[in-house]
């Protein structure tokens, strides 16, 4: 599998942007899907994950500002990040986990190459 993501950009403190991310090959289906992100001289963390029924995780820092969201049938990733401040500037990474290509062929992770957001004050 190869993920594109797009959507990242400068932006002014309490700001918007949507992330965009796209797995492509020749997918059957894919479990989970998620975003992370990493700042400069930090961890890489969680920012939000997707199931494959729907269902949604967040991390602290994402929580009631941040929305993931999936197309399914187009194996696309949505993150509307909204109320965005200086401190969600990293580069944003997106996963994939659970990849099936075939009944018999599959890979189980999967990352982006990054988006840069970042957020001035």
């Known amino acids: 599998v190869q993920l594109q993501a797009s959507g990242g950009g400068l932006v002014q403190a309490g700001g918007s942007l949507r992330l965009s991310c796209v797995a492509s090959?020749?997918?059957?289906?894919?479990?989970?899907m998620g975003w992370y992100r990493q700042a400069p001289g930090k961890e890489r963390e969680l920012v939000a994950v997707?199931?494959?029924?729907?269902?949604?995780n967040y991390g602290d820092s994402a929580k009631g500002r941040f929305t993931i969201s999936r197309e399914k049938a187009k194996h696309t990733m949505y993150l509307q990040m909204n109320s965005l401040k200086p401190e969600d500037t990293a580069v944003y990474y997106c996963?994939?986990?659970?990849?099936?290509?075939?009944?018999?062929?599959?890979?189980?992770?999967?990352w982006g190459q990054g988006t840069l957001v970042t957020v001035s004050s």
């Open positions: 090959g020749s997918i059957r289906s894919i479990n989970a």
């Open positions: 996963n994939v986990n659970g990849v099936y290509y075939s009944d018999y062929d599959w890979e189980s992770d999967a």
């Open positions: 997707i199931a494959g029924g729907g269902s949604t």
